[in-house]
């Protein structure tokens, strides 16, 4: 599949979700059906399958397994990571003929535009999207920034894109001179972004997450919420004025992630009376007012790597995705490690990716045949490549 934006003809499709693995859009890396026989999940063999599927590829193949994903796919991931690091390490691996990448699509586009043209980027189930980044599509972003050079202030508008965009965002940001960043580096993004405008004139469109813009502006740069606007793309001018536009510092996009969106203020409360002493550490896609009543915020790196660093018996509450608290509170069991919800939450899209889909695309792979292939065009590429580029040059804050 051609992506970013997706096959010739497929830009601006709506980015309503369909439902996952239903109906048979094949313009569009949502909704998409299996395009093989996919073993049965109930199949004894599965296991030792995929270990000769894995055996025989060798060193052809290499598999990227983001945290997220399933302990059953974590197994055979020959890396595990947050979706920047396993980018940088598909690129660190040029003798790897196929990359095969367990996490979602924009992952596997930002592989794609990192690796060399000779690698061929695979990911097992297609419909494997993600929310966040289908809350902004190229064509509303174009209508935007119309909407901002209308306004008077594109001028002094640096795009600034998270990681979990698409490539065809991402080439945007590249071609408005903004940088992409991650939850590890977003306070060095902004810090560089105010930084390349005269004293005082800088604004960024943060793209497409909402909460991790604004926490971040907040929290770690000291600009208040008044400073903040969100620009709604489903409404006229964003649901702005041209007076809240030229007088934002920050234009946040409408967009947040499903799974840490649901995370409230009340689930800290709740953990706290249960849990004396409990530590609240909560990732940045968590709305404020989570993160402000948190104990500590952070990357998913972050995250492992204050649970390594705590103190037998001490308790944690972990706001992420469920996946990795349970990997990590089996990783722990001299630490209390808790879900911060009590009514847990997968990330539904990167649960797509399941051991029969990592099966059936490595043994199509050993058969021969490059199934599910994501590739980013060229011109898409060109420009996201300069964005990503800008941010590896940016320091890691956290
Ligand atoms: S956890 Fe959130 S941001 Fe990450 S892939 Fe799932 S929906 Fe997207």
Redesign the pocket.
Known sequence: MTTSAGPAGTEGLPAALLLLGRDSDLSSERGVECPGELPSPSDPDLVERARAARAALGERAFVLG?H?QRDEVIAFADVAGD?FKLAQEAAARPEAEYVVFC??H??AESADVLTADTQQVVIPDLAA?????DMATLEQVEDAWEVLVEAGVAEDVVPVSYM?SSAAIKAFTGRHGGTICTSSNARSALDWAFGSRPAGSAKVLFLP?QHLGRNTAVLELGLSLDDCVVFDPHRPGGGLTGRQLRDARMILWRGH?????RFTAANVADVRSRIPDVNVLVHP?CRHEVVTAADLVGSTEFIISALDAAAPGSAWAIG??LNLVRRLATRHPDKRIVYLDRTVCF????NRIDLPHLVWSLEQLVAGRVVNRITVRPDVAGWARAALDRMLALPKTR
């Open positions: 983001h997220y979706s996490g979602v924009f992952m999207g993600c929310s966040m980044a979990n997450d992630c499903s799974v840490h969106g896609e992420t995705e990330c539904s899209t990167m």
